[in-house]
C-alpha cells in the first residue's frame, strides 16, 4: 500500500516543468501512505513527473517504485495489492518478458507491454490504484479497482495534469491551491453525508470513478471522460443454485479470497468487531493458518466504547477466545475522541459524515505497533442484504396505491407525533412516505429528512439537492442496473454510491492514515459477482436480512452471536452532544464563522441545534454533518489545508481545554 502523485504537461509550449520543491511537498503531503521510502522520477523531456510513498508490504528489498520495464520506456506508480501477480508474472515470463524483482508492482508495467491498459484490466484482482506513463506514446494510463477501494484523484487547467491518491497533494500544487467549494458538493454531503463521484468538495478536482480508466496524451486534444471496464449484474441466465449449493459456494469463494489475501512479507491480522462478517473473515483465516501449519496465532483487534450499550467488545472477544487469536482491545473515550478531531479530518480530505472514521483510526493506530496489514469484513452487507432498510424499503409497496399527498401527510404526521428516543422508526416513516425510488434510496443514508432540507438550504443549494442530484445520481444508477427489482436496484445503488464514496473512504484514509493497510475480502469482485446472481430471497425476506452469510456463520460462529440485534459500528455521538460535546457544537455552528457561509438558513441551524440540546427531536446525524462542514472548511478553506493546519485548528478550538474539562 502506498501513496502516488504524477505530473504531466500535456501542453508543453505553455507549461513548465514541475520544479523539485513542489514535487517533494505533493509527495510529503500523502507521507502518512507511505512512512517507509519516497521515490520520484522524470522523463527525460520533462515532460511527466512521477512520485510514489512506500508502505512496504511485498518484497521489501527490490520494490521501490516508481519502477519501470527492461528498457525503461514504460514506468508506474501503483498503490494497492494485485493478489493475481504471481500467475499473471509466470504468464508474462512464459511470453518474453524479464523481471527485475519479485514485487506485484512490476506485473502492471510488463502487462501493459503485453496486453495494453485495458486488457491488463481485465486479467487484474485485486485493490488497486495505479498511473502507467508510456514515454514512446507519451501517453499517461490511470485506473482504479472494480470497487474502488484505493482512491485516486486528478486535476487539469488544459496545460498541465496532475493526480494523486488524496486531493491534499494535489492542493500543494500552486495552480491547484485555489480551493474554490463546489456548491454541488455541499449540497450532496447535505443530502447524503458524502460527495457522489466524479467530483469532490473543490471545483476542478475530480475522483476516477471506480472500475474505470482514463488516457491522457501529450500535444493532443483530451476529453478527460473516463471509461468503464467493468460493472456488477444481478441477471442470471443460468440454473439457480439451491440454497445448500449457494452455501458450498460461498464458503469455498470466500476461503479462496481469504487465503489470496494472506499475501504479505510483513505481519498481518484482522479487524473484529463482533459481527458476522468480521467473524467469518477470522475464523477463515484462522482455519488456512491451521491447513498451512502456520506457526503464528491469527491477531485480531478491536475497539469499544466506554459507554456500555455501545461497546460490541464481548462479541468480538467470543470469537477471539473461540479461535485463539492474539487479541487487542482498544477503548475509545470522548477524551479520545475530542483529541482526534482536527487531524483526522485533514487526513480524511472531503468532510466525514461517518464519525465512526475516528475509533477505526484509533484501533489502526494501536494495530500498528504489531501489524502492517489488516483485513477487515467491509462490503458484505452490500453484496448479501444485511441493512434492515433492505427489508423496510420493500413495504413501500404497501403504501404505493395511495396517492403522493396523502402518502406523505399520513406517514409524516405520524413520524412528527414520535418522542425523542424514536429516531429510527421516525426516519424510517420519513423516508417511506416518498413516492419516488431514487428519493427513497438516496434518504436513507441522509442527515436530514427532505421537508427539513427544502427549510435548510438556501434557495442555491436546495435546487441543487432536488431533481438535479437525484437525476445526476440515483437516476441515472437506476437506468445503468441491468435488473428493475427494487433489491437489486437499492444494492446496486449503494454499492455505487454509500460504499465507494463514504465507508470505503473512510476505511483507507483511517487505516492508511495510521500506516496500515486494509484488505477487503467480501468485495473481492469474484465474490461481488457471486452474490449479485444470487436468488433475492436468499439475501432479504420478509424482515430477514443477509439470509445466505447468516447461514454461512453458523458453520464458524455462535447463535446468539449472529442472530442478535444488529448494532453496527456506532459510538455514543448523541450522549456527548448532550453533554460534554454541547458548548463546542453551539460555538462551532452557531458562530458568525459559520452562519455566514451562506449555504444556510441561520434560524434553522439554530433551531436544529436547539431541537436537539433540549430532547425534542434527535438531530445527531444532522448536527454531525453540519459540525463536519463547518470543520472541513476552517482547515482547507479558511487555512492552507495542510497537516499544520490541523494544529492550528486545534488550538483555535480550545480542543485541549475542552477534553480536559471532560
Not at 502507467?132 to 507519451?138: F, G, N, V
Not at 496489514?373 to 427489508?391: I, N, P, R, S, T
Request: with cysteine.
Amino acid at each position: 500500500m502506498c501513496g502516488i502523485a504524477g505530473f504531466l504537461r500535456i501542453r508543453p509550449e505553455r507549461s513548465e516543468p514541475l520544479t523539485q520543491t513542489v514535487a517533494e511537498q505533493i509527495t510529503h503531503a500523502i507521507w502518512r501512505r507511505g512512512p517507509d521510502g519516497e521515490g520520484h522520477w522524470r522523463s527525460q523531456d520533462n515532460l511527466c513527473w512521477l512520485g510514489h510513498r512506500r508502505l512496504a508490504i511485498i518484497d521489501l528489498a527490490t520494490g521501490d517504485q516508481p519502477m519501470s520495464n527492461e528498457d525503461g520506456t514504460v514506468w508506474t506508480v501503483f498503490n494497492g495489492e494485485i493478489y493475481n501477480f504471481k500467475s499473471l508474472r509466470a504468464e508474462l515470463i512464459e511470453s518474453g518478458h524479464q523481471f527485475k524483482t519479485a514485487s506485484d508492482t512490476e506485473v502492471l508495467v510488463h502487462g501493459y507491454e503485453q496486453w495494453g491498459g485495458p486488457g491488463l484490466l481485465k486479467r487484474l484482482q485485486g485493490i488497486f490504484a495505479f498511473a502507467i506513463y508510456d514515454t514512446k506514446a507519451k501517453k499517461l494510463f490511470l485506473a482504479r479497482d472494480h470497487l474502488g477501494v484505493k482512491p485516486l484523484h486528478w486535476w487539469t487547467d488544459g496545460r498541465v495534469f496532475l493526480f494523486g491518491s488524496e486531493i491534499k497533494s494535489l492542493l500543494r500544487y500552486p495552480g491547484c491551491n485555489q480551493r474554490r467549494v463546489s456548491t454541488a458538493g455541499v449540497a450532496q454531503f447535505i443530502v447524503s453525508r458524502y460527495v457522489s463521484r466524479p467530483h469532490t468538495m473543490f471545483e476542478g478536482i475530480y475522483k476516477l470513478p471506480e472500475a474505470s480508466y482514463m488516457e491522457v496524451d501529450v500535444g493532443r486534444e483530451n476529453v478527460f471522460r473516463p471509461q468503464a471496464y467493468w460493472d456488477v449484474h444481478y441477471t442470471n441466465p443460468g440454473k439457480q443454485p439451491s440454497f445448500d449449493e449457494a452455501l458450498d459456494q460461498l464458503d469455498h469463494l470466500l476461503k479462496e479470497t481469504v487465503r489470496m489475501q494472506l499475501m504479505s512479507d510483513v505481519p498481518l491480522g484482522a479487524q473484529l468487531s463482533g459481527g458476522v462478517d468480521s467473524s467469518i473473515v477470522v475464523a477463515l483465516m484462522e482455519t488456512i493458518r491451521q491447513e498451512s501449519g502456520g506457526q503464528h496465532r491469527v491477531k485480531t483487534f478491536s475497539v469499544g466504547f466506554d459507554v456500555e450499550r455501545f461497546s460490541e467488545l464481548k462479541y468480538a472477544k467470543q470469537i477471539a477466545d473461540s479461535y485463539g487469536t492474539e487479541h487487542h482491545e482498544i477503548m475509545v473515550g470522548y477524551k479520545d475522541f475530542i483529541d482526534e478531531l482536527p487531524l483526522l479530518f485533514w487526513i480524511h480530505d472531503d468532510p466525514f459524515g461517518d464519525p465512526p472514521a475516528i475509533p477505526t483510526y484509533l484501533m489502526c493506530k494501536k494495530a500498528k505497533e504489531h501489524v502492517s496489514v489488516m483485513l477487515c469484513g467491509e462490503g458484505a452487507d452490500e453484496q448479501f442484504g444485511g441493512y434492515f432498510k433492505y427489508a423496510a424499503d420493500q413495504y413501500s409497496r404497501f403504501v404505493d396505491w395511495l396517492p403522493s399527498s396523502v402518502r406523505h401527510t399520513l406517514l409524516r404526521g405520524t413520524a412528527a407525533m414520535l418522542p425523542f428516543k424514536a429516531r429510527r422508526v421516525r426516519s424510517i416513516l420519513e423516508i417511506l412516505a416518498l413516492d419516488d425510488r431514487a428519493s427513497r434510496f438516496s434518504s436513507w443514508y441522509g442527515a436530514f429528512d427532505k421537508a427539513l432540507q427544502t427549510t435548510l438550504l438556501n434557495p442555491e443549494l436546495r435546487e441543487q439537492v432536488g431533481d438535479r442530484y437525484l437525476t445526476e445520481v440515483f437516476g441515472e444508477l437506476l437506468k445503468n442496473c441491468d435488473s428493475s427489482h427494487q433489491l437489486d436496484q437499492f444494492l446496486y445503488s449503494d454499492i455505487h454510491t454509500r460504499l465507494v464514496e463514504d465507508m470505503l473512504v473512510v476505511g483507507d484514509r483511517m487505516s492508511m492514515g495510521a500506516s496500515i493497510e486494509a484488505r477487503v475480502p467480501f468485495l473481492d469482485h469474484h465474490v461481488v459477482e457471486f452474490a449479485a446472481k444470487l436468488p433475492r430471497h436468499y439475501k432479504v425476506k420478509g424482515l430477514r436480512t443477509k439470509i445466505l452469510l447468516k447461514k454461512l456463520a453458523e458453520r464458524y460462529a455462535p447463535q446468539d452471536l449472529i442472530y442478535r440485534r444488529k448494532v453496527g459500528f456506532t459510538l455514543p455521538l448523541s450522549d456527548w452532544m448532550l453533554g460534554p460535546m454541547q458548548p463546542l457544537i453551539r460555538d462551532v455552528l452557531l458562530s458568525d464563522q459559520c452562519l455566514s457561509r451562506n449555504y444556510f438558513q441561520p434560524e434553522i441551524v439554530k433551531k436544529i441545534v436547539d431541537e436537539h440540546m433540549s430532547r425534542k427531536i434527535d438531530r445527531e446525524q444532522g448536527i454531525w454533518v453540519l459540525f463536519a462542514l463547518e470543520i472541513w472548511h476552517r482547515l482547507y478553506v479558511d487555512d492552507d489545508g495542510s497537516e499544520e493546519a490541523a494544529e492550528r485548528l486545534k488550538i483555535d478550538l480550545k480542543l485541549d481545554s475542552i477534553r480536559s474539562a471532560a
